[in-house]
């Protein structure tokens, strides 16, 4: 489809051309003596239509790519791909579809025509020659030549840089292939797989390598950087990477793979791939001691802290208006959370029985809490029975109100916020992932009743 006529659009292609090879002339001839007779065969060859008549011979030696197999293998021989972004089916995976109409197109071929291609992205008008060209547009075309002959074939040829070499699309020994089982879900079936060659999406890594570099080193995420050294507020986050890899491809001579490959320096950013490195810590019985929260669950750092700022915060005498509530609200909310996390290890990480040992000292609310898997064991009828009665959560919230208001020196006590809000806020947690509903999931396990009992427990 033509684009619409411009005016003034051929004389700004054209004097772009002018331009572009005057800096070519002046680069080759800048060290050559005036008298050299280098330079005056130098200066007929940039002319603008002797450079743009050679120019057309040599596009040949190039093609432009999104999808190149070079990266694969230097070695390789067979088809790349030039396919716009816009033209890839749209899907919720990352991909090359993503980049939009201002992606960066990549040129493969003779390093020594690269020069052509640069020709090819001057940018006039918001848009590259190429882009005007490939558009059909009237005014392109006719700053190539006067001649309207002339300047049909040499937009013909340099859009042929777009085409695929050849009339089918081929492979290589040096390529990667993998078979993909496309049909059904027999893999004795020959016929039902797909051979596939994987291509390199050389213009969706440049976009990742530009990304990545504004990100580590751009002036942006130098300043959040130091905002966060400094422990400063700051406006935009900062981005970091771990493990992140670099693949250099083409060694020392990275234009013999790619134009993009060499505007890189070779360097292709790979983002960690592998699984997180779990880091678990052995689950220590809880033996010996009566409760879990004076000698586990107060030890916790995270735990420390929440009621070492909370604390701070009642001693500093706060109005009881609804910003004082909400702020005990959170701090009581974080503290489920981690009673959750702590119950959740030793529910898990230890074997079903454990609170049967001889050397476990824990109330017996607490082992029913801690060990519910013990009620599904082969002569734990007794035990089965105390869980199955659901009077141990409420003595679990009493004796988290103990607790915590020990620590808060009964700063609390007294106010609308007394040790049955403590246990309130513990028994009707009402998130996803809170005690209550964990204790409902356990509960429907093991055949238990779905009322959670109130009452006063008493420890």
């Avoid at 695929?164 to 292939?177: E, F, I, L, W």
């Avoid at 060694?251 to 070779?266: A, F």
């Avoid at 659901?390 to 915590?404: E, K, M, T, V, Y």
């Amino acid at each position: 489809m033509s684009a619409p006529p411009s005016s003034g659009r051929r004389e700004r292609v054209r004097a772009a051309i002018e331009a572009f090879l005057q800096v070519r002339l002046a680069i080759k001839t800048d060290k050559l003596p005036p008298d050299d007779p280098q330079r005056t065969a130098l200066t007929a060859q940039h002319q603008r239509s002797t450079w743009l008549a050679d120019a057309a011979r040599r596009v040949a030696q190039i093609q432009a790519v999104t999808h190149s197999l070079k990266p694969i293998h230097p070695d390789a021989r067979g088809t790349n791909l030039y396919v716009p972004p816009s033209q890839l089916p749209q899907r919720t995976e990352l991909g090359s579809h993503v980049l939009g109409p201002q992606f960066a197109s990549d040129v493969v071929g003779n390093a020594a025509a690269l020069d052509v291609y640069k020709l090819l992205k001057l940018d006039v008008d918001g848009r590259t020659l190429l882009e005007w060209l490939l558009a059909g547009d009237a005014d392109a075309q006719a700053a190539l030549s006067d001649d309207a002959a002339q300047a049909t074939a040499w937009r013909d040829a340099f859009v042929g840089l777009t085409q695929p070499r050849g009339d089918a699309v081929s492979s290589h020994t040096q390529a990667k292939q993998l078979y993909w089982l496309a049909e059904g879900t027999d893999p004795t079936y020959d016929d039902a797989y797909h051979l596939l060659a994987p291509l390199y999406a050389s213009s969706l890594a440049h976009a990742a390598f530009a990304t990545l570099q504004d990100y580590r080193f751009g002036d942006a995420n130098k300043e959040a950087w130091q905002a966060r050294r400094d422990k400063r507020e700051h406006g935009r986050a900062y981005h970091h990477y771990p493990n992140l890899a670099v693949q250099k491809l083409g060694g020392t001579k990275p234009q013999n793979i790619s134009q993009l490959n060499s505007e890189r320096g070779g360097s292709n950013y790979l983002l960690g791939s592998l699984p997180p490195s779990w880091k678990s810590q052995d689950v220590s019985t809880p033996w010996h001691m009566d409760s879990v929260f004076e000698k586990v669950y107060g030890y916790r750092k995270e735990v420390r802290t929440i009621v070492r700022d909370l604390l701070y915060f009642l001693k500093s005498d706060p109005s009881p208006n609804k910003d004082t509530r909400n702020r005990v609200d959170e701090a009581i909310e974080a503290l489920i959370d981690e009673l959750l996390e702590m119950a959740g290890r030793f529910q898990h990480g230890l074997e079903a029985g454990w609170s049967a040992d001889k050397r476990c000292d824990l109330h017996e609310a607490e082992r029913l809490w801690l060990d519910p898997e013990r009620a599904a064991l082969a002569d734990e009828a007794d035990f089965l029975a105390k869980w199955m009665q659901q009077d141990w959560p409420a003595q679990i919230g009493h004796r988290f109100g103990n607790w915590l208001n020990k620590q808060l020196d009964n700063l609390l006590h007294g106010s609308e916020v007394t040790q049955r809000e403590w246990k309130k806020a513990l028994l009707v947690d009402e998130r996803d992932t809170g005690w209550a509903s964990a204790l409902h999931g356990m509960r429907g396990r093991l055949g238990a009743p779905t009322y959670i009992p109130a009452r006063e427990g008493k420890a």
